[in-house]
């Protein structure tokens, strides 16, 4: 353990340590005995002095021309650019998932640095003609000042990165709160501000618990914004500190994602996005697709075909170039898998693959479980309704398109759906008719790409998106201008110009 690097807090522009000295261990979900690193837990008073650092930063920062803030942030790009395979083989080690995914994940922070570093020089406004003569009328945005990130594990550099770069570009200044099981990754990413010469306060990380950091830090009156990703328990915790003061509240939460494969799909085609969508990041991710809903012409077919291709994936350690599925997160996250297996055993659904955590020489370290496919779901079952957060895909059966939209909808979350047709008319009719924040058509419920919204409806989100010009709307705030050069007194909507 001696050997074992230390990390620290970063706040200031200063790497130190939390104040009364605790640390915790960061383990590899693959091999849990592997520690990757010895990091600070910190406590409420780590919390203030991010705070009061990031508070005395925006001062300097807000006034730094937007163009000048983007070449910081266009920097950031380069150097992630640069140390790519680095950063992604240790996430790998950190999270679980695949090399492949974990490149993936620092080319998304890259494609935002990139894209926000572009915003410099636009933030476009609006401007007008007034009702008056001789008067001037425009918006600006302005930025908000000290903003609150609470982050996920399962997009390590790429959620804080949706957060940091539209935040900074704008000229807010950032205390980022990365989650338990990554803060390498989110030390990796300061490391890398760090470099291109964001100026000291600027971006904060102080890493530790929800509890003895997370909490303090959305509920402190000189946090401005919270933009949080996680679960909609906790997202629901976050909402309740900001309303007393009204401050703003940015929410990214669960998702319960189906695709809709109907009777004139490609089913082949339909299997390989449905095997993404269910097992890509072992299903831990907001936009997995844990509940397909195929057409019953169809039914047979894809399930023998999808059974066969989930049992065929090679489950272990995501550094492996052969793997395509890693590890859970943690042993509560395979509790969890393995007690809603358990739980859709129990409501009568058909066990079709896996259902089992792996547990012979090659996994006994770390968090595996079995790819599960359930067949003959109910759609009001546990399993097809409760976020799992896991290796577990529900086939539901349905009649026709209207039902399948109407077993899509019914769910309390709203983040991403699928359709796989042949038919326009069913595409466009499920595009519009799904209440999510997401629609594909012929791909699975996973992909995003940054320079469009990212959110979700009803219990995955409150109104706003990440990423796109969206973003833009979570850390700045509208100002509308109106400058009279007439020299005299004139009343909008009073007075009447008649020549
Ligand atoms: P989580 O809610 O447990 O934790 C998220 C963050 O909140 C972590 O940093 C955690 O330390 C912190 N936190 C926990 N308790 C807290 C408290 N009481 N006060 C303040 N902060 C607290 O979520 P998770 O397990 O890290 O991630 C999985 C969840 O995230 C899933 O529900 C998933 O759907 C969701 N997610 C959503 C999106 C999206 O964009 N909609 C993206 C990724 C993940």
């Not at 636009?122 to 908000?144: A, C, I």
């Not at 339909?270 to 831990?284: D, S």
């Not at 079709?352 to 006994?364: F, H, I, V, W």
């Not at 007439?486 to 909008?492: N, Y």
């Amino acid at each position: 353990m001696s050997d074992t690097r230390v990390f620290h807090n970063f706040i200031n522009g200063e790497w130190v340590e939390a104040k009364f000295r605790k640390t915790f261990e960061n383990k590899n979900p693959a091999d849990a005995r592997e520690v990757l690193g010895i990091f600070q837990k910190s406590d409420p008073e780590d919390v203030k002095l991010a705070i009061d650092a990031a508070k005395e930063a925006y001062k300097k920062w807000r006034l730094v021309p937007a163009p000048k803030r983007a070449e910081i942030i266009f920097k950031v790009a380069e150097i992630l650019v640069k140390k790519k395979e680095n950063f992604a083989r240790q996430m790998t080690a950190e999270m679980g998932k695949i090399l492949k995914e974990t490149r993936g994940d620092v080319q998304e922070a890259i494609d935002m640095s990139y894209y926000m570093a572009g915003e410099g020089r636009r933030q476009f406004g609006q401007t007008t003609p007034s009702e008056l003569p001789d008067k001037f009328m425009m918006s600006l945005r302005q930025p908000l000042g000290v903003c609150a990130m609470i982050t996920p594990w399962n997009f390590p550099m790429a959620i804080p990165s949706w957060k940091l770069m539209p935040a900074l570009v704008l000229g807010n200044t950032v205390v980022f709160k990365p989650a338990t099981d990554t803060p390498l990754s989110a030390v990796n990413l300061a490391r890398v501000c760090d470099e291109a010469g964001v100026p000291p306060g600027v971006l904060n990380l102080v890493t530790g618990s929800g509890s003895a950091v997370g909490t303090p830090l959305m509920s402190s009156k000189d946090v401005k914004v919270v933009s949080f990703t996680g679960s909609t328990e906790v997202g629901r915790k976050v909402s309740q500190a900001c309303a007393p003061d009204f401050r703003h509240v940015h929410l990214e939460m669960g998702g319960k994602n189906a695709i809709m494969v109907m009777d004139d799909a490609k089913v082949d085609l339909a299997v390989e996005g449905v095997l993404w969508g269910g097992f890509g990041t072992t299903g831990q991710r907001c936009t997995a697709t844990s509940r397909v809903i195929v057409h019953k012409k169809v039914l047979k077919e894809f399930t023998q075909k999808y059974v066969e291709r989930a049992k065929a994936l090679k489950v272990g350690n995501g550094l492996d170039p052969e793997v395509e599925m890693g590890p859970s997160i943690n042993q509560s996250q395979l509790d969890t898998v393995t007690e809603y297996v358990k739980i859709g055993i129990e409501e009568g659904a058909e066990l079709l693959c896996g259902g089992k955590r792996l547990e012979s020489e090659l996994y006994k370290f770390g968090f595996f479980h079995q790819p599960t496919v359930f067949g003959n779901v109910d759609p009001k079952m546990r399993i097809a309704q409760e976020e799992i957060f896991g290796p577990v895909v529900s086939i539901i059966p349905c009649d026709n398109l209207e039902h399948a939209i109407q077993i899509c909808n019914d769910t309390i979350y709203g983040l991403s759906a699928s359709i796989y047709t042949s038919s326009i008319k069913s595409a466009f009719t499920a595009m519009r008719d799904t209440y999510t924040g997401i629609f594909y058509v012929n791909a699975p419920t996973i992909g995003a790409e940054v320079h469009l919204p990212f959110g979700g409806t009803n219990h995955t989100g409150n109104g706003h998106r990440e990423a796109g010009t969206a973003a833009l709307d979570v850390f700045s705030e509208w100002k509308a201008i109106y400058i009279d050069f007439s020299e005299r007194l004139q009343k909008a909507q009073i007075d009447q110009i008649v020549e």
